[in-house]
């Protein structure tokens, strides 16, 4: 019989997490500095806290010399200053509080209501696209939606055109909107002379939980913030 010692949680926790961080299969990672360790955006701190009934302990995870704690901070610009957390419910609450919206689709929601509305208020409706609206849900973390208009020049062009042009524009992109009932491929084109985008309020942050959905709340949450 072979006899193996028991471990604490909170040791096999950072062992596991380390060999996630840095094998984690990013579709594009960087490298940065004289570290080793490749991820989507340069890491600048660890949030790794192990939640039980006798409260939370910070898992001792160091990861190219970054040691986890229990502090992070929320919008670089709105609400810059770091602030302590005991648990992933405590954590995605002040985030908000601190201007960041953690859920993915908690943010695409508030992006369709608020640009659905601003195209009612024009008396338009917005042109669906779900693979855009995640998109941009992935780009922001306090979305802001604004409307702005298209060039008289431009509108005899075919719905398509304009669609296509204006959600390429990686930097911003935008959502068309149409007058109710209008066709995608009529002539001249039914896209109205307005389009929506959410101001790109987002801190530079790259933020991901591990292990499953942020939306969970489960205990044992690690969260690599920058």
Do not use: N
């Not at 072979?2 to 060999?19: D, H, Q």
């Not at 490749?38 to 939640?51: K, M």
Request: net charge positive; glycine share 10%.
């Amino acid at each position: 019989m072979v006899t193996k010692p028991g471990r604490k949680a909170p040791e096999i926790v950072a062992e596991v997490l380390e060999r996630v961080i840095r094998g984690f299969p990013w579709p594009k990672a960087m490298r940065w500095g004289t570290g080793s360790l490749r991820w989507v955006r340069p890491l600048h701190s660890i949030l790794c806290l192990l939640t039980t009934d006798a409260g939370a302990e910070v898992v001792p995870l160091e990861v190219d010399g970054i040691a986890a704690g229990a502090s992070t901070r929320g919008h670089r610009f709105m609400a810059p200053d770091a602030f302590t957390v005991s648990s992933f419910e405590d954590y995605a609450a002040k985030l908000k509080a601190a201007k960041v919206i953690l859920d993915p689709a908690e943010r695409e929601a508030a992006i369709w209501h608020e640009a659905t509305t601003q195209a009612f208020a024009q008396g338009c409706e917005l042109v669906e696209d779900k693979g855009l609206l995640t998109e941009i849900a992935g780009l922001v973390e306090w979305p802001v939606v604004l409307m702005g208009g298209i060039g008289e020049a431009f509108l005899g062009l075919p719905a398509e055109v304009l669609q296509t042009s204006m959600k390429d524009i990686r930097s911003s992109s935008r959502s068309a909107i149409r007058r109710p009932g209008g066709s995608r491929s009529s002539s001249p084109s039914p896209t109205a002379r307005r389009w929506t985008t959410v101001r790109p309020s987002s801190s530079g942050t790259s933020r991901c939980s591990l292990p499953g959905s942020p939306t969970r709340g489960s205990s044992g949450r690690m969260t690599c913030a920058r």
